[in-house]
């Protein structure tokens, strides 16, 4: 008799409560970067504070199912592959307040209005057409999105989480694997959740993650005990599934 997936799933300690850190609380650490300045107003900066918080209950959350839960080895990769993903997304969030705060974000002098397009025509045996795109001068320059590559960047560049922030070097790693979310882009036959989210990648972005939310840009929190998940030697069962 074939056995169904929810008799496979077994609980570790079962009977035990818990709960992840609340919103509250983790609000009341991210509130001491994350709040109102002259780059972000009140009602920016509180959806910008609330969706981390969102982000840091869930990946609390995912680390518990990898360490309470005896999971198959692709369930246990998939879960992986979304602590990893928020984990980034959080890493992301907090750097982009973080660059544009400091005064170091990206800005246009230009504002696209609208594109042309020519007629196809022909040059040999191939077949052509032009695009262009116009564009208008702004009298003040305005702010543009930056991706992830460019925070990390600027991140590192001005030593905007301190001079003895330990885990500069490992942020673009990170910013490789968050671009595995799009599953239909293969480079090679290997290229598969299967091989990219695995042990190391759990621990990379825990100490990252951890390395971030205890910086000296938090340092009045009194809540940094709320991240003691993210530390390996709390994830010793995690490393075993």
């Given at each position: ?119 196809e025509f022909a040059i040999g045996e191939s077949r052509y057409k032009n695009k262009t795109d116009?564009?208008e001068k702004l009298d003040n320059p305005t702010p543009t999105q930056m991706i992830f590559d ?92």
């Amino acid at each position: 008799m074939e056995i169904s997936v929810t008799d496979r799933l077994t609980l570790r300690g079962e009977g035990k409560t818990w709960y992840p850190a609340s919103i509250y609380n983790i609000e009341q650490h991210l509130e001491i970067l994350i709040t109102g300045n002259i780059y972000f107003n009140h009602n920016e900066a509180r959806p910008i504070r609330k969706n981390i918080a969102y982000s840091l209950q869930y990946v609390e959350f995912l680390n518990r199912v990898l360490n309470d839960m005896a999971l198959s080895s692709v369930l246990r990769t998939q879960n992986i592959k979304s602590f990893v993903v928020h984990g980034a997304a959080i890493i992301e969030a907090i750097f982009n307040f973080l660059v544009i705060s400091e005064g170091h974000g990206k800005t246009t002098n230009w504002k696209k209005v609208t594109s042309h397009s020519s007629t196809e025509f022909a040059i040999g045996e191939s077949r052509y057409k032009n695009k262009t795109d116009v564009f208008e001068k702004l009298d003040n320059p305005t702010p543009t999105q930056m991706i992830f590559d460019q925070l990390a960047k600027k991140v590192e560049s001005k030593k905007l989480l301190g001079q003895n922030f330990p885990a500069y070097s490992k942020i673009k790693p990170i910013r490789q694997l968050r671009n595995k979310i799009h599953i239909h882009d293969s480079e090679h036959s290997t290229d598969t959740d299967w091989h990219n989210f695995n042990r190391s990648e759990f621990f990379l972005v825990c100490e990252v993650l951890h390395s971030v939310l205890t910086s000296e840009v938090f340092n009045c929190s009194n809540h940094f005990d709320k991240f003691n998940y993210l530390k390996a030697a709390n994830n010793l069962n995690a490393a075993d599934l």
